[in-house]
C-alpha cells in the first residue's frame, strides 16, 4: 500500500524547499544589492539568512562582498571592519573542517586578507599590509588561496625587486632562453591560461607590440600550466592537457608560437597569476617594473612597455 503523507509534512517539505532555493541565492542577492550601492538591503539579507541558517561558507562568501564593495568606493573604516569580521568568522570554521572542502570558504578567507592588505595599503601602511600577505602565505602556502595571497604581496612588494627566476621543466614554442641572456633586455610576461577568454583576447596586442619594440630587444614570455581538464575532458591526463593547450596555442595565439611558453604550476605561484592574463614587465637590469593582473588595453600596455626599453 502507498504511504500516505500528511498535509503538514507536504507543507513543511514545501516550505523547507522553498526556503533552500532562496538561501542558495544569498551570494546573488547581497551582490545585486551592492551593485545598487544598497548597503543597507545586503545587511538584511545577510541578517535574515544568519538568522534562518546559520554561519556557513555561503553566508561568509557573501559577507566578503561587503568589504570589497566597500574597499571599491574608498570606504576604508567600513571596509576593514567587514574584512576583520570575515576573517574571524572563517578562522573559527576552520578549527571544525578543512579548508579547501568547497569553494566559498576559501573565497571569502581570501578576501578578507587582501581587503585588509589594501586597506592599510591605502592608509599608507604599507609595511603592516605586506607582513599580513606574507604571515598569510606561510599560514595558508598550501592551499587555494595561495596565489591568491601571492598575488596581493606582488602587487605591494615586488616592484623594484630582482624578478623570480622562471622554471621550464616543460614547454610549448621556443626554449625558454637561459637568464644569462635577458640580461640588459626588456622582457614581458604573459601569463595566461587555455580557458581565459581575455587571455585570447591580449593575444593580438602583445603581438603587436612586441614586433614594435623588437628593434628594442623586447622578448616575450608566455608561462602557462597545467589545470587538470580540458573543454573535453573533465578529469585529463598531463599528456592529453598538454596536447590541448598546443591546439589553443595554435588557434588563438598564432602570432606567438615562437614565443616561450614554460609550463609550470610553479611559475604562476611564485608571481602570484591567481588572475589571467597577469602581465608583468622587467626592466634590462632584471628587476620587476611593472606588475599587473588582469588584461591591459594597448595604449596602457605600449606606455608601460617605453618605460622600460629607454
Known amino acids: 500500500m502507498r504511504s500516505r503523507i500528511a498535509p503538514l509534512s507536504i507543507l513543511s517539505t514545501f516550505l523547507f524547499l522553498t526556503a533552500a532555493v532562496a538561501w542558495a541565492g544569498i551570494i546573488e542577492d547581497v551582490g545585486n544589492a551592492l551593485a545598487r550601492n544598497n548597503f543597507s538591503a545586503a545587511e538584511a539579507e545577510l541578517s535574515a539568512y544568519r538568522a534562518a541558517q546559520g554561519v556557513t561558507p555561503e553566508y561568509l562568501d557573501a559577507y566578503s562582498w561587503m568589504a570589497r564593495a566597500a574597499l571599491y568606493q574608498h570606504d576604508y573604516d567600513r571596509a576593514a571592519a567587514y574584512a576583520k569580521q ?8 576552520l578549527k571544525t573542517r578543512p579548508l579547501d572542502a568547497e ?25 603592516q599590509a605586506v607582513a599580513i600577505l606574507r604571515s598569510a602565505v606561510a599560514t595558508y602556502g598550501n592551499t587555494s588561496i595561495h596565489d591568491r595571497l601571492q598575488k596581493n604581496l606582488n602587487l605591494l612588494s615586488l616592484e623594484g ?20 641572456d635577458l640580461k640588459g633586455k626588456p622582457v614581458l610576461l604573459f601569463f595566461w591560461a ?3 577568454a581575455d587571455c585570447k583576447a591580449e593575444a593580438p596586442i602583445i603581438t603587436q607590440l612586441r614586433s614594435e619594440f623588437a628593434p628594442q630587444g623586447l622578448e616575450v614570455i608566455g ?3 597545467l589545470y587538470g581538464y580540458t573543454a573535453q575532458i573533465e578529469h585529463a591526463r598531463p599528456s592529453d592537457e598538454l596536447m590541448y593547450i598546443d591546439a589553443v ?18 611559475n604562476f605561484n611564485i608571481y602570484g597569476a591567481s ?20 588584461a591591459v588595453p ?12 629607454r
Not at 598564432?254 to 610553479?266: I, W
Not at 588572475?275 to 588582469?294: E, F, S
Open 103 to 127: 569553494p566559498h570558504l576559501p573565497t571569502a578567507l581570501g578576501a578578507a586578507f587582501e581587503v585588509q592588505a589594501q586597506v592599510l595599503a591605502a592608509r599608507g601602511e604599507k609595511t
Open 249 to 266: 596555442r595554435h588557434r588563438f595565439y598564432s602570432g606567438l608560437l615562437d614565443m616561450p611558453v614554460p609550463v609550470n604550476t610553479y
Open 223 to 225: 608561462p602557462t600550466r
Open 298 to 309: 594597448y595604449a596602457e600596455l605600449k606606455a608601460e612597455i617605453e618605460k622600460v626599453v
Open 194 to 196: 587555455h580557458w581565459c
Open 161 to 180: 625587486r630582482v624578478a623570480p627566476v622562471l622554471k621550464s621543466d616543460e614547454f610549448l614554442g621556443a626554449k625558454l632562453p637561459p637568464t644569462s
Open 275 to 294: 588572475t589571467t592574463p597577469t602581465l608583468v614587465l622587467l626592466d634590462r637590469a632584471g628587476k620587476v617594473a611593472w606588475y599587473h593582473p588582469g
Open 86 to 93: 570575515t576573517k574571524t568568522l572563517a578562522v573559527e570554521m
